[in-house]
């Protein structure tokens, strides 16, 4: 009988301990860290830009256009600051377009009047009627028919405009370009 007591003695003392390794092992365990997660967007960076590009981004939540501008490289010299708000904040999937300045396509149509040439995309109804057979009304409908249909492709689009035939681009075709 008594080894009955001490083997349920052994016995209860192997429960309690096996009981306190558990549950001591259980509180040292950490539990697993989690890596944060890393917010990204991805914007696309078109225009007069150094390297237009889809570019990704770590989102800080505090991203703006023009971090995203110089993650391609910045801009060019013909970039205009004044139309894009280079201090919005960026959202995922964007398209940030940096266009070019107007001053540039100011320039270029001066070099083309320059050369005496009318640039019939360009000129407005006074410019217009120094042209050979174009009066007010013609240089009207000119005006209209860009308006309508976009710029003129080519100078010989100008014969769709209602009352400019052959004849009358004949006269006029050395005085103007697109």
Partial sequence: ?????ILAAIFCVIIIAAYFFYFSSQED???AEVA???NEIIVYVSGQVKTPAVVTLEDNGNLRIVDAVNAV????????TEIVNLA???TDGQHIHIPTKDIFFRELAAQNNSSNLININTADEKE???????GPALAGRIIDYRENN?????????KKVRGIG???FEKMKDQITV
């Fill in 1 to 5: 009988m008594k080894n009955k007591i």
């Fill in 29 to 31: 365990e950490k539990p």
């Fill in 36 to 38: 944060p997660v890393k």
């Fill in 73 to 80: 490289g910045g801009m060019t010299d013909l970039a205009d």
């Fill in 88 to 90: 919005e904040k960026l």
């Fill in 128 to 134: 217009l009627q120094k042209i050979k057979g174009i």
């Fill in 150 to 158: 976009g710029a003129f492709k080519s100078i010989e689009e100008i």
């Fill in 166 to 168: 052959d004849k009358t």
